[in-house]
């Protein structure tokens, strides 16, 4: 992979989603200040977050998992419920705004675990970890990956068992529409067809270690890197 264009991508999506962390917190309904028109467009996109939260929370409980690493945390969700699941959490993003979001609603919701989390303002990709994690949480991550290939090679040495990720389907008008709502915003996106995420596997020597759930308009994805 070109680390040029991997570092512009980076660079692109940091900013992005350091002005865009209020607004993007707001679509899992934690603000009002929406408008109707926003909503409208955040509907569908609501709806597959919330397929892909129950699928990654219906695994995690597993009682082997006893770390994860929440690459791409966002405002902390699912920081969260691993906490309340009894997990040591790694929360891990880019943009320092969404850290900042993810710690106030750890202290909300989770204040007597909040020992049990670390926060990171790091890019997952180059960052190097003095230990490995049972579990990965990946949700809404690889829509901004251009090489979802070398993602998962690095899984594979940071993750003792399994990860747990998410792939925005390609194809229809929704899709179209999130192409150009994201391209007027000057960040890269990358959407997936099921042939991409089997070559990604097939690639990443994971064939017959994964399942795929059909979010709707995104794939669920659960892999055993063991």
């Known amino acids: 992979m070109d680390n040029t264009v991997a570092n512009k991508d980076s660079q692109e999506v940091k900013s992005f989603f350091d002005g865009y962390a209020s607004d993007f ?6 603000t009002d200040k929406r408008g109707p ?9 609501r709806k597959v ?5 129950e699928e990654t929370l219906k695994r995690s409980v597993n009682a082997s998992i006893n770390s994860i690493i929440d690459i791409g945390c966002g405002p902390g969700l699912y920081c969260v419920e691993f906490l309340k699941q009894g997990k040591e959490v790694m929360a891990i ?3 320092e705004n969404m850290l900042s979001i993810a710690k106030g609603h750890v202290q909300k919701h989770a204040n007597d675990k909040s020992s049990m989390i670390t926060y990171l303002h790091a ?7 003095d230990k490995k994690y049972d579990a ?8 901004y990956i251009k090489d979802p290939v070398a993602l998962f090679e690095k899984l594979k040495k ?5 990860v747990y990720a998410s792939f925005p389907k390609d194809g229809g008008f929704l899709a179209w529409q999130r192409k150009v709502r994201y391209k007027m915003r000057n960040c890269p996106l990358y959407l997936y067809t099921l042939d991409d995420i089997k070559t990604i596997m097939h690639k990443t020597g994971l064939d017959g ?8 308009r995104g794939y669920f994805v659960k892999v055993d890197v063991a």
Do not use: P, Q, T
């Open 25 to 30: 917190d707001s679509i899992y309904g934690h």
């Open 37 to 45: 028109v926003d909503k409208l467009a955040d509907k569908w996109f």
């Open 49 to 53: 977050m919330v397929l892909r939260f």
């Open 93 to 95: 993003d880019l943009a």
């Open 123 to 129: 890019d997952y990709l180059e960052y190097n970890f």
């Open 136 to 143: 990965a949480c990946l949700m809404g991550l690889f829509d």
């Open 158 to 162: 940071d993750i003792n068992k399994e």
């Open 209 to 216: 270690k994964y399942e795929v759930v059909d979010c709707e």
